[in-house]
C-alpha cells in the first residue's frame, strides 16, 4: 500500500545535517520530544463511527435476502478455450539487455511462465484444490459477498475462537491455503475457526455499484457477515489492505474484537517522529529504538530513499485512473500476469528486480501464482479491485488507524516495504501485547511463510486469552 512516503521525504529535507549538530539536536529535543510522546499518547480515543451502506445496483432493498448460500468454484471449456485463444495472440516487446526486473516484469522470463500456464498448467485441478475448503456467498449491503469458513480440529482440551483473516492486493482469499491447516489443526492451547472473507471488487464478491466504497465500508460489512455466522466475540488478522480493514473493524466494534495481528504495519511521521528519525540513528535509546530497529530502518532511508518512489507507480494510477489503466488488464491474461506477479517479485524482496527470474521461484511455484492470477482473471475482478485504492486515498486513510485500543499483535517481516518501529505503532496502537522481529519474509507473508505467520498469531492469542484468564 506505500503508506509511508512522507517518511523518507523528511528525512530527505533534513540529510544535509553533519553528525555533530544531529547530536546536539538529539540532546535538546529529548526533552520535548518525550513530552510530546506523553500528550500523543493520553489523548483520548475514539470509537469510529459505524454507520451504514448500500453498494448493490439500484435503489436501496428495505428488505434484504440474509440467506448464506454455499458456494462452488466452476470452469469450463469455454473458457479456457479464451484463455488460451488470447495467450496464443499475445504480443511480446524484447528486454533491453541485462535490465533484468528493474523495468518491470522481464519479457524473456514472461514467456517462460507464460509458457508453462499454455500447456503444463491445469485450471481444472486448481479449481478442485480451491473448493477442498466450504465457499459461501450472502448478501450484505446490496453484494454478494464471497468468503471461506474452515471449522478446526479439535483437541480434548483446546479452546476454540473465531478469526477473521482478510487480503490485500493484488491478492486474494487463496493467500490464506497453506496458513489455514495450521490455524484449523494445531497442538496448542486454542485452535481456529477461521473465516476469510473476499473484499468486495476482489475475486468472488460482487463489485460495488456505486462510488465510495472504502476500508471502512469493508469492516463494517465484515462485521455484519461474523454477526451473521453467529459470531460475537473474535480475532481478526491482515497485511496490505487487510491491515487496514481489520483495524478498522477493532476501531469501530471493539467490544467484538477479542484482539488485532497485523502483518503490515502503518504510522504517520508527525513531531514526534520526526523528532525519532533524526535521533535515533545516533542516539536510539533516547526514542525507543531497538538495535533491529536501526538496522532495518537507516540503511533504507540513508542509501535507498528513492525506493518507495520507484515502487509506488502502479498506487498513483489505481488512485486516480483505475479504469483507464485496467482496460488492458482485463483484456489480456499475459499482461494481467504480468502486472500482479511483479508485485510478487518486488515486494517479496526487492533484491529480486536484481535477478532475470524475479526470485518468483525461490518463494512461490507457478501453479500457487497462476492460480491467484485466475481468480482475478475469470471474475473480472482487476478493475475493481484497483478502483480500491481511489476510494481510500481520497483522505488521509493513515489517519483512519488512530487509537486501536484492543490487544494488538504485530509481527514486522524484515523484507516489508517500510519498517515501523515498536515506539511508532504504540502512537496508533494502544495495547500492544506482542511485537515481532521475524527472521525473513516480506509483503505476502501468509502465502510466502505460512509457518511463521502462523506461529505468531497462536503466541498473541494465547497471551491474550491468557490474560483474559487471570
Not at 109 to 128: A, E
Not at 191 to 208: K, L, W
Not at 347 to 354: A, E, I, Q, V
Amino acid at each position: 500500500m506505500c503508506l509511508q512516503l512522507c517518511k523518507s521525504s523528511l528525512v530527505e529535507t533534513f540529510s544535509n545535517l553533519d553528525r555533530s549538530k544531529l547530536q546536539l539536536l538529539a540532546l535538546s529535543s529529548a526533552g520535548v520530544g518525550g513530552l510530546l510522546c506523553y500528550l500523543a499518547w493520553r489523548k483520548s480515543p475514539k470509537k469510529m463511527p459505524i454507520g451504514d451502506g448500500w453498494w448493490g445496483a439500484g435503489e436501496k432493498l428495505l428488505n434484504e435476502d440474509e440467506t448464506v448460500h454455499k458456494f462452488v468454484l466452476k470452469t469450463s471449456v469455454e473458457e479456457i478455450q479464451d484463455l488460451y485463444r488470447r495467450i496464443d495472440q499475445t504480443r511480446y516487446t524484447d528486454p533491453l539487455e541485462d535490465c533484468r526486473f528493474h523495468y518491470g516484469f522481464n519479457s524473456t522470463y514472461l514467456r517462460n511462465v507464460v509458457s508453462y500456464w499454455r500447456h503444463q498448467f491445469d485450471w481444472g485441478k486448481q479449481v478442485k484444490m480451491i473448493n477442498q475448503y466450504p465457499h459461501f456467498k450472502t448478501k450484505i449491503e446490496g453484494l454478494d459477498v464471497h468468503f471461506i469458513h474452515v471449522r478446526p480440529v479439535q483437541m480434548p482440551g483446546q479452546k476454540v475462537l473465531p478469526l477473521m483473516m482478510v487480503h490485500g492486493w493484488p491478492g486474494s482469499f487463496f493467500e490464506f491455503y497453506k496458513v489455514l491447516p495450521l490455524l484449523t489443526k494445531t497442538e496448542t492451547d486454542v485452535v481456529f475457526e477461521v473465516v476469510c472473507p473476499s473484499i468486495p471488487g476482489y475475486g468472488y464478491s460482487e463489485a460495488p455499484h456505486k462510488q465510495g466504497f472504502n476500508s471502512k465500508a469493508a469492516a463494517r460489512i465484515f462485521h455484519k457477515l461474523m454477526e451473521r455466522l453467529g459470531f460475537t466475540e473474535y480475532y481478526v488478522q491482515g497485511g496490505d489492505w487487510g491491515s487496514l480493514i481489520t483495524s478498522n473493524m477493532a476501531q469501530m466494534k471493539p467490544e467484538c474484537v477479542s484482539g488485532l495481528h497485523l502483518n503490515m504495519i502503518t504510522a504517520k511521521t508527525n513531531s514526534v517522529g520526526l523528532l525519532s528519525i533524526l535521533v535515533g540513528r545516533y542516539l536510539p535509546f533516547l526514542v525507543g529504538f531497538t538495535k533491529e530497529d536501526v538496522k532495518r530502518l537507516y540503511p533504507y532511508m540513508e542509501k535507498n530513499i528513492y525506493e518507495m518512489l520507484r515502487e509506488s507507480g502502479y498506487l498513483h494510477i489505481q488512485a486516480t485512473k483505475p479504469d483507464t489503466a485496467g482496460c488492458g488488464l482485463n483484456d489480456s491474461p499475459v499482461g494481467l500476469a504480468a502486472y500482479i506477479l511483479e508485485k510478487f517479485s518486488s515486494w517479496t524482496d526487492l533484491r529480486n528486480r536484481d535477478l532475470d527470474d524475479g526470485g518468483l521461484e525461490r518463494k512461490f511455484s507457478l501453479d500457487d501464482l497462476l492460480t491467484n492470477v485466475m481468480i482475478y482473471w475469470t471474475t473480472c475482478s482487476i478493475i475493481p479491485s484497483m478502483r480500491f485504492y481511489k476510494e481510500n486515498l481520497k483522505k488521509d486513510i493513515v489517519d483512519s488507524v488512530n487509537n486501536v485500543i484492543v490487544p494488538t499483535g504485530l509481527a514486522a517481516f524484515p523484507n516489508e516495504l517500510v519498517h515501523c518501529p515498536k515506539t511508532w505503532a504504540s502512537s496508533r496502537f494502544r495495547d500492544i501485547r506482542s511485537y515481532s522481529y521475524m527472521p525473513r519474509g516480506g509483503h505476502f507473508a501468509a502465502f510466502e511463510e505460512p509457518h511463521l505467520l502462523a506461529q505468531d498469531i497462536i503466541q498473541f492469542v494465547e497471551k491474550v486469552e491468557s490474560k483474559r484468564r487471570k
